[in-house]
């Protein structure tokens, strides 16, 4: 699967389409010159309406010419990992296999968010000047509207009527259960994080309030270039910024838990919701800092359940992390990752981590993939037990079944390898396959009710369960099906 993680080289933030000037029919303008905001044409008149009179102050304008806003997205960065087999449970010997065969052979999977914060230099001022040539031209336009109004004002007749406004409320209230509210409700529990490396390398990602004694959850690749050293802090929307460290961290899950130093009193966390109750086509809205736009509100639906998705940075030396995920189509941009993906009522059910990156892309061969309408998230009952766990001993703990599986893809299930990472044994002696009975070769088919097609799948499912939990291996040898109940074991770390 292509992915991008903190790290990489920090692209410039995207040009900004500025908007258009909000006012009434005014007279023609001009077209724009180069680096002015284009104005959006409006309709022609109906069939059968009067030509207005030349001079009529009420005519609409002529049709602007297309701009040429959005531009195509960026291409996307290939994936890049290698690695052989890898333990489906992540045993011993596992960390060194997480990644290739499978991932190389997957261009066009979902990916991890790269959180990489806008350059200071550049891609903020673009957006600054964006902002202010949209705003001198709705000036411009409304001025000239107005004063021909003024002049034409005497007889015409004309009459406007205005919303009744309270000069006395400084914010709108919105009905419970609308996503204003919702949104209004969940911001001062998100944050904005910045993770910096001792060689000055990081980015941008999201969190939000896990307690009230000021742990924050994201994911560990939001967090990953401050753990050796580096320096790491974490923004509210009403400004106030803390230092921070890093807790606890779980590569193979894609969640990290990080501490505000000093942490304010008034911390209110996030509800966390049930992800297992979770249908297709609930709503869902998604906070996080896309492209280091800091409070970025964005809704949809939950398009499918329980999606196998394998992801990592990109890098030669990276492990994947596996999810059996939420998908929604929720914009989702780099500097989601980590941010809270939240139902109608404004509970937690995700974590979001990774975007489906499209084929290809116009603007150059190395930019950012953006938003196509596939996000993934973790499943927050799962991300609540990763939390918890890296909150009482810093160290993340996996389930396994004690046995090496392919991650080639494949479609027909996910067959145990004939050696394990660095020459150890396929099956753990004495772990949870072996008392099963299973062997080198047989292919693993399903898991209980979830039908396993390859070997991520099987990790990803794997570790929705906890150590300890029953569950059904369904799986084929010689050509005959078999069904066996195994007793997951455990793993703690991420070596």
Same mark, same amino acid.
């Given at each position: 699967m292509s992915t991008e993680n903190e790290g990489n080289p920090v692209p410039p933030a995207p040009s900004t389409p500025p908007v258009p000037p909000a006012t009434p029919a005014a007279s023609p303008q001009p077209a724009a010159s180069e680096g002015e905001a284009p104005t959006a044409p409006i309709p022609p008149a109906p069939q059968g309406a009067p030509t207005p009179a030349a001079g009529d102050?009420?005519? @609409? @304008?002529?049709?602007? !010419? +297309?701009?040429?806003?959005? @531009?195509? !997205?960026p291409a996307t960065p290939s994936y890049a990992d290698a690695g052989a087999g890898a333990y489906a449970d992540a045993g011993a010997g596992a960390g060194a296999g997480w990644g290739s065969p499978y991932d190389q052979q997957h261009q066009h999977q979902p990916y991890q968010q790269p959180q990489h914060a806008p350059q200071k230099s550049s891609g903020r001022g673009g957006?600054?000047?964006? #902002?202010?040539?949209? &705003?001198?031209?709705? $000036?411009?336009?409304?001025?000239?509207?107005?004063?021909?109004?003024?002049?034409?004002?005497?007889?015409? /007749?004309?009459? *406007?009527?205005?919303?009744?406004?309270?000069?006395?409320?400084?914010?709108v209230k919105r009905a419970? $259960?609308?996503?204003?509210?919702?949104?209004?409700?969940?911001?001062?529990? *998100?944050?904005?994080? +910045?993770?910096?490396?001792?060689?000055?390398?990081?980015?941008?990602?999201?969190?939000?309030?896990f307690d009230t004694q000021g742990h924050i959850v994201t994911n560990?690749?939001?967090?990953?270039?401050?753990?050796?050293?580096?320096?790491?802090?974490?923004?509210?929307?009403?400004?106030?910024?803390?230092? &921070?460290? #890093?807790? $606890? =961290?779980?590569?193979?899950?894609d969640v990290a838990v990080i501490k505000l130093k000093n942490p304010p009193s008034d911390l209110k966390p996030l509800p966390l919701g049930d992800?297992?109750?979770?249908?297709?086509?609930?709503?869902?809205?998604?906070?996080?800092?896309?492209?280091?736009?800091?409070?970025?509100?964005?809704?949809?639906?939950?398009?499918?359940?329980?999606?196998?998705?394998?992801?990592?940075?990109?890098?030669?030396?990276?492990?994947?992390?596996?999810?059996?995920?939420?998908?929604?189509?929720a914009s989702i941009n780099p500097g989601n990752s980590g941010g809270p993906l939240l139902d109608a009522d404004g509970s937690v059910i995700g974590i979001n981590s990774a975007i489906q990156s499209a084929s290809s892309g116009?603007?150059?061969?190395?930019g950012q993939s953006g938003s196509i309408g596939l996000g993934f998230a973790i499943p927050i009952n799962q991300a609540k037990y990763v939390a918890q766990q890296l909150i009482k001993t810093g160290k993340p703990v996996y389930a396994k079944i004690g046995a090496s599986v392919s991650l080639e893809d494949s479609s027909g299930g996910?067959?145990?390898?004939?050696?394990?990472?660095?020459?150890?044994?396929?099956? +753990?002696?004495?772990?949870?396959?072996?008392?099963?009975?299973?062997?080198?070769?047989? #292919?693993?088919?399903?898991?209980?009710?979830?039908?396993?097609?390859?070997?991520?799948?099987?990790?990803? +499912?794997?570790?929705? =369960?906890?150590?300890?939990?029953?569950?059904?291996?369904?799986?084929?040898?010689?050509?005959?099906?078999?069904?066996?109940?195994?007793?997951?074991? &455990?793993? #703690? /770390?991420?070596?």
């Amino acid at each position: 699967m292509s992915t991008e993680n903190e790290g990489n080289p920090v692209p410039p933030a995207p040009s900004t389409p500025p908007v258009p000037p909000a006012t009434p029919a005014a007279s023609p303008q001009p077209a724009a010159s180069e680096g002015e905001a284009p104005t959006a044409p409006i309709p022609p008149a109906p069939q059968g309406a009067p030509t207005p009179a030349a001079g009529d102050p009420y005519a @609409p @304008p002529s049709q602007a !010419p +297309e701009g040429s806003w959005p @531009p195509p !997205p960026p291409a996307t960065p290939s994936y890049a990992d290698a690695g052989a087999g890898a333990y489906a449970d992540a045993g011993a010997g596992a960390g060194a296999g997480w990644g290739s065969p499978y991932d190389q052979q997957h261009q066009h999977q979902p990916y991890q968010q790269p959180q990489h914060a806008p350059q200071k230099s550049s891609g903020r001022g673009g957006l600054i000047a964006a #902002v202010l040539v949209a &705003a001198l031209v709705a $000036g411009g336009a409304g001025g000239g509207l107005g004063y021909t109004l003024a002049k034409n004002n005497d007889n015409s /007749g004309s009459t *406007t009527v205005s919303a009744s406004t309270d000069s006395g409320v400084t914010q709108v209230k919105r009905a419970a $259960g609308t996503i204003a509210a919702v949104a209004n409700k969940s911001l001062p529990s *998100t944050v904005t994080i +910045e993770a910096e490396s001792t060689s000055g390398d990081g980015g941008t990602g999201t969190g939000f309030v896990f307690d009230t004694q000021g742990h924050i959850v994201t994911n560990n690749h939001v967090v990953a270039d401050a753990l050796d050293g580096g320096k790491l802090t974490a923004t509210f929307p009403n400004g106030k910024k803390y230092d &921070a460290e #890093v807790v $606890g =961290h779980a590569q193979g899950y894609d969640v990290a838990v990080i501490k505000l130093k000093n942490p304010p009193s008034d911390l209110k966390p996030l509800p966390l919701g049930d992800s297992d109750k979770v249908a297709v086509g609930d709503e869902t809205i998604a906070i996080g800092a896309p492209f280091g736009l800091s409070n970025t509100v964005t809704t949809g639906i939950i398009s499918a359940k329980n999606r196998p998705v394998a992801s990592s940075d990109g890098s030669a030396s990276s492990k994947a992390s596996y999810m059996s995920a939420l998908q929604t189509d929720a914009s989702i941009n780099p500097g989601n990752s980590g941010g809270p993906l939240l139902d109608a009522d404004g509970s937690v059910i995700g974590i979001n981590s990774a975007i489906q990156s499209a084929s290809s892309g116009g603007l150059g061969s190395t930019g950012q993939s953006g938003s196509i309408g596939l996000g993934f998230a973790i499943p927050i009952n799962q991300a609540k037990y990763v939390a918890q766990q890296l909150i009482k001993t810093g160290k993340p703990v996996y389930a396994k079944i004690g046995a090496s599986v392919s991650l080639e893809d494949s479609s027909g299930g996910a067959q145990i390898t004939d050696s394990g990472s660095s020459g150890s044994a396929a099956v +753990e002696s004495g772990g949870p396959a072996d008392k099963a009975g299973l062997k080198p070769g047989d #292919v693993i088919t399903k898991l209980d009710d979830s039908v396993i097609d390859s070997g991520p799948t099987l990790i990803g +499912e794997i570790w929705t =369960h906890k150590p300890g939990d029953k569950v059904q291996i369904t799986y084929k040898r010689g050509g005959s099906e078999h069904t066996v109940t195994l007793t997951l074991g &455990a793993r #703690v /770390g991420d070596n």
